[in-house]
């Protein structure tokens, strides 16, 4: 009697998440792009960046403006490894050729204040061949 009671709630259970939808009467959503073309069409791939030559900066336009990054970004910025870092920082930017990371990003005992360990949250990477997906305008001038 007991093992018919189990086998009775346990069919009950599966058949509670067989999936089973019940009907909602929400509109659907038009989901937009951001680009220039239908989510549907087929078109040509996007041109690869190209970046500035290795060594070259990116003139600013604005005073403290955070550098723009001449090259790639895909470095990894995890909790155990600060990809950026592995050039930029004050122990290895010489050695890498590369500017060492502001004094403002750092601790009195020169460690990397944690509060700027997101680089890419301020700084972009900006290719040569890339036209904006957005109208932009701005002037310094
Ligand atoms: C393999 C070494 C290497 C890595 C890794 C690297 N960089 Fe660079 N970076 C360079 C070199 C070389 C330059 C060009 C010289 C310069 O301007 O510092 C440069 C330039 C820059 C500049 C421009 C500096 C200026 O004064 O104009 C910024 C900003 C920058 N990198 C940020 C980053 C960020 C953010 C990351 C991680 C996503 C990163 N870099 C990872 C080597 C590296
Ligand atoms: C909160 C925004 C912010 C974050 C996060 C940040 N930076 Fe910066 N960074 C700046 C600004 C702003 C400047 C320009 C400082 C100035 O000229 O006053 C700068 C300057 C730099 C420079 C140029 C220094 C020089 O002497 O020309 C490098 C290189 C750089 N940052 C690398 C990095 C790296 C690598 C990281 C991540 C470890 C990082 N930054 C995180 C805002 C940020």
Redesign the pocket.
């Given at each position: 009697m007991k093992k018919l009671f189990t086998a009775a709630a346990l069919v009950m259970a599966l058949s509670a998440c067989s999936g089973q939808q019940t009907t909602t009467s929400a509109e659907p959503v038009n989901v937009m792009s951001l680009g220039q073309s239908e989510i549907t069409d087929i078109r040509a791939a996007d041109a690869v960046a190209v970046y500035p030559k290795r060594g070259k900066?990116i003139e600013?336009t604005f005073?403290?403006?955070?550098?723009m990054i001449p090259h790639k970004a895909e470095y990894p910025?995890t909790l155990k490894k600060?990809g950026?870092?592995s050039c930029?920082s004050p122990a290895k930017a010489k050695r890498m050729k590369?500017?060492?990371?502001?004094p403002?990003?750092l601790l009195a005992d020169a460690k990397?204040n944690n509060?700027?360990?997101?680089?890419t949250?301020?700084?972009t990477p900006q290719a040569e061949n890339k036209t904006e997906l957005v109208e932009n305008d701005f002037s310094n001038k």
């Open positions: 900066s600013r005073v403290h403006q955070p550098p910025i600060n950026c870092m930029h590369a500017t060492q990371i502001d403002s990003h990397l509060e700027y360990y997101n680089c949250q301020c700084h």
